[in-house]
């Protein structure tokens, strides 16, 4: 069944290459379009995850820690999210009515110190912003409107809480409490709760959840009919009135945002149902819960209505689940964006990932990355929001680091929102690259009253100018780096000492546009080895889908272990080897693998030229454990893919992948 899965999606991606792509702004989009950029290290995606602070699911993990404890804990949190090259955070700093701020309006939140109202001895919204900005990664503020509490007792409330100085403004409902969405003095009360924050704080966007009007329970009815009596003229039923009770709060408070700070975004993460198909014919082909009906989140509305700057439905599911496929609702959520302007990220259930209790689909590691995979086929899709924090973390089944792996090799630059206005900020200058014992350190300047959020730091292999075709996807990007005044430094410690490089350095605006890109630095290696090895254990220079397998079971492998795959008359699924040349020249080109009679007769060994593919046909039952040559060919300079071990043969046996040797001639 997965094999399927995987050669649908395969399909798909390869229709969806075929497109051409077009730089950002200042770059030569005329010679870009004739790039194809790698689909699987795409320049812009969110790539962010959700923190939560209710009942300290991810922060802090206990209530009552010190100031350096609830400090060194999130600093770990974005420290994990940087090495996963995530380039967001959604942080949840109103979990039930209160603040992780210091509010006028509403008490501190229990969840920093175990007693509602008590100031924990720090500002931790400043701590948090400041933090996420230090590392240049988005940080969106995640407020839940109407949830009060995780109880149903008012008397648990500090005193001076709304709530209670309010009672008729909640309800209480399946063991909970909550604000009456229906009153519209409580409607702005909260606006006004959350605008506190947008309007003190430096966040990147305001971000809501699912939780609106509560989840239904069972044979109970939600305890509002007299205010639907009192509020609801004009409307011929409760259920109508309801949602445009939801819906004047999104309308509302995106006007409040904007009116205030243009470049925040608003975003929902609402349940991934809008309705069934059954129901509406503009649903999903779905047969699940209906949050149009259950919870009154007209949520294809707001899209369709510009309401919201970005949507990030739950899609909470397993590839081929019966009643909610996840490949049905990221196809219906990317037709429902299309032509809005509203941004589509997909909201990943990790949590679900290796946990006891869940179905055989969501026990497979791959289950996460094919979820992207399958977005790649959807080029509405412009990211994932992925929960939560500590999931990622646990990387239950290793999957985690297999999505990791297939789709986040590369760093990204969240996309840009274009209707939020913004321009590409003037081109900085690098003034200066000098390699060092911990790597190459460069120096750049802001251009002349320029005053640029961040960086985006290239290197191209080779002291040759770069094309729009080196810009067009991140192989070559490897940081973005949060502006600091007029001046700027970053360290490549992942430079090698005997390879030429040529660095870039392109600024970026709050939103993201990109600048033109200026001169480059180039920084010569101390001298070109005589050969080149790449072992499938390379980090970084190795890449091969789910499909291939590793093994240490042959005596004839190089290095560890080596890699292989059943043949495959569907498709490539190449095992790629990549390298940096620092010249373009005559290469010799030759591979290592074990050989077993039962093992592959026509393996296709991909050798990427100068002037294209040339495909080598290898015999692998034989000539294993020593270096076998392909041939000699001319190979460009620069970092790229330049050797790959193709699945597609039709005769049987193992295809094998361990090392490939590039020798100057």
């Known amino acids: 069944m997965r094999a399927l899965r995987f050669l649908a999606i395969l399909t798909a991606l390869v229709l969806a290459a075929s497109g051409t792509f077009v730089l950002s702004p200042g770059h030569d989009s005329a010679a870009a379009a004739d790039c194809v950029p790698n689909p699987a290290t795409p320049k812009r995606q969110l790539r962010a995850m959700w923190i939560s602070s209710v009942a300290n699911i991810d922060w802090p993990s206990e209530q009552g820690l010190t100031v350096a404890e609830q400090q060194a804990e999130y600093r770990a949190r974005l420290d994990q999210a940087v090495s996963r090259r995530l380039n967001a955070v959604v942080v949840q700093i109103r979990p039930t009515a209160d603040a992780l701020w210091p509010s006028p309006h509403e008490p501190w939140s229990q969840w920093l110190t175990g007693t509602q109202g008590k100031n924990p001895g720090y500002d931790p919204l400043a701590f948090l912003v400041a933090e996420a900005h230090a590392r240049d990664l988005e940080f969106h ?7 009060v509490a995780m109880h149903d007792d008012p008397s648990k409330l500090v005193a001076a809480h709304p709530a209670r100085q309010h009672p008729d403004w909640t309800f209480a409902y399946g063991g909970k409490l909550y604000y009456n969405p229906g009153i519209p003095e409580v409607r702005a009360f909260v606006q006004t709760a959350m605008m506190d924050a947008v309007t003190r704080y430096d966040i990147d966007g305001v971000h809501w959840d699912d939780y609106f009007y509560p989840y239904p329970v069972s044979g109970v009815q939600i305890p509002d009919q007299q205010t639907f009596q009192r509020y609801g003229a ?18 509302e408070m995106r006007q409040k945002v904007q009116a205030v700070k243009p470049h925040v975004k608003f975003g929902v993460s609402p349940f991934g149902i809008w309705r069934n198909q059954s129901t509406d014919a503009l649903g999903s082909k779905t047969t699940g819960l209906q949050s149009y009906d259950a ?18 439905p739950q899609i909470y599911w397993h590839i081929g689940y019966s009643a909610a496929d996840y490949g049905v609702l990221v196809a219906w959520w990317s037709s429902v964006v299309q032509g809005t302007q509203v941004q589509l990220f997909v909201g990943q259930g990790v949590y679900k990932l290796g946990a006891s209790g ?4 969501w026990q497979d ?52 929102a274009a209707h939020l206005g913004g321009a590409a900020p003037p081109t900085p200058s690098l003034t200066s690259a000098v ?23 290239y290197r191209v292999a080779g002291s040759g100018p770069a094309g729009a075709c080196d810009f067009a996807d991140a192989g070559n990007l490897l940081a973005t780096v949060r502006a ?9 410690k992942t430079a090698a000492a005997t390879a030429t490089y040529t660095y870039y350095v392109t600024a970026l605006d709050r939103l993201h546009h990109e600048s033109a890109v200026g001169a480059g630095a180039t920084v010569p290696g101390s001298g070109t080895p005589a ?35 059943s043949p495959y008359t569907g498709g490539s699924d190449v095992a790629w080897f990549r390298a940096g040349l620092s010249a373009t020249g005559s290469y010799r080109v030759e591979v290592w693998y074990p050989a077993d009679a039962g093992y592959n007769s026509a393996t296709p060994f991909i050798v990427a030229t100068s002037t294209g593919n040339q495909s080598v046909t290898v015999d692998q039952r034989v000539n294993g454990g020593r270096w076998l040559t392909l041939g000699t060919f001319t190979l460009n300079a620069g970092d790229r893919n330049i050797v790959g071990v193709s699945r597609w043969t039709s005769t049987t046996g193992y295809v094998v992948a361990d090392a490939v040797r590039l020798t100057r001639v």
């Open 141 to 147: 503020a995640w407020f839940n409107p109407y949830r």
């Open 358 to 361: 869940q179905p055989a689909e």
């Open 435 to 457: 390699r060092g014992t911990s790597g190459v350190t460069l120096s750049w300047r802001a251009a002349s009253g320029a005053s640029p959020t961040s960086y985006a730091v």
């Open 484 to 492: 600091a005044g007029t001046t700027g430094s970053y360290v490549d």
């Open 295 to 312: 919870i009154y989140a007209d949520s294809r509305r707001w899209v369709k209505q510009n309401w919201i700057d970005y949507i990030t």
């Open 531 to 565: 050969s080149v090895i790449v072992d499938n254990a390379t980090s970084g220079a190795f890449s091969a889908g789910a499909n291939w397998g590793a093994s240490s079971w042959s005596a004839q492998k190089y290095g560890a272990d080596y890699r292989y795959a």
């Open 234 to 251: 004009g409307f011929g039923n409760i259920q109508d009135w309801r949602r445009n009770n939801v819906n004047l709060l999104v309308q």
């Open 365 to 416: 590691p791959n289950e996460l990355s094919d979820h992207l995979r399958l977005n790649r086929t959807h080029p509405q899709v412009l990211g994932d929001i992925h929960f939560s924090a500590k999931d990622l973390k646990a990387d239950r089944l290793g999957g985690v680091g297999v999505m990791a792996a297939e789709h986040y090799s590369r760093p990204a630059i969240v996309p840009v």
